[in-house]
T-cell receptor, first 115, second 114 residues
Framework: KAGVTQTPRYLIKTRGQQVTLSCSPI?????VSWYQQTPGQGLQFLFE???????NKGNFPGRFSGRQFSNSRSEMNVSTLELGDSALYLC??????????????FGPGTRLTVL | KNQVEQSPQSLIILEGKNCTLQ??????????LRWYKQDTGRGPVSLTI???SENTKSNGRYTATLDADTKQSSLHITASQLSDSASYIC?????????????WGLGTSLAVNP
């Protein structure tokens, strides 16, 4: 079974630009969560999508948005990029059924650098 | 406030030695606790998961313990290998109704030297 894939793996943008990151979950998984990881903050939860609906949202500004398609693939968009947005963006997929058996499987991440 | 604190922040050990990583949490209500291993440049991979009623769980050379009374967990690595060099992250799940929250620790960075 193929794992979680994220594209692109690396991205360099300048301040003010926007960026779209893509995540393909494991086949059969309906939940996709996005995280921002920086050295000092650890993993920060952005949002979770389940069956094309945003189910949970973290404390990030509205510049961060996402969506999920009918095939469970998800995209994350960041508009008006700031230097502080430089981070590793991780996508995790799970069955989405909740409970202790609902393990999140992470992709390799997209390394975003904002200059 | 829900928090997960890990110690030490970083650790260096020699290959073949054992080590123990700590995780203290103040999360309520508590659902389960997981340990993840994250290699450099990769996403985290789940090592173990423990619910309230479980106090120990093993995965090969990794053994996690949970003391729900003191709200502490540890991850013990036996006979370390170079491939154990990674960040180990503790995360606690809190479920209230249909709302599940994951509270992540900052991780312990482990370096295993030959």
């Amino acid at each position: 079974k193929a794992g979680v894939t994220q594209t692109p793996r690396y991205l360099i943008k300048t301040r003010g630009q926007q960026v779209t990151l893509s995540c393909s979950p494991i086949s059969g998984h309906r939940s996709v969560s996005w995280y921002q990881q920086t050295p000092g903050q650890g993993l920060q939860f952005l949002f979770e999508y389940f069956s094309e609906t945003q189910r949970n949202k973290g404390n990030f500004p509205g510049r961060f948005s996402g969506r999920q398609f009918s095939n469970s693939r998800s995209e994350m968009n960041v508009s008006t990029l700031e230097l502080g947005d430089s981070a590793l963006y991780l996508c995790a997929s799970s069955l989405g059924i909740g409970g202790s058996t609902d393990t999140q499987y992470f992709g390799p991440g997209t390394r975003l650098t904002v200059l | 406030k829900n928090q997960v604190e890990q110690s030490p922040q970083s650790l260096i050990i020699l290959e073949g030695k054992n080590c123990t990583l700590q995780c203290n949490y103040t999360v309520s209500p508590f659902s389960n606790l997981r340990w993840y291993k994250q290699d450099t440049g990769r996403g985290p991979v789940s090592l173990t998961i423990m619910t309230f009623s479980e106090n120990t769980k093993s995965n090969g050379r990794y053994t996690a313990t949970l003391d729900a009374d003191t709200k502490q967990s540890s991850l013990h690595i036996t006979a370390s290998q170079l491939s154990d060099s990674a960040s180990y992250i503790c995360v606690v799940s809190s479920v209230a109704g249909n709302n599940r929250k994951l509270i992540w620790g900052l991780g312990t960075s482990l370096a295993v030297n030959p």
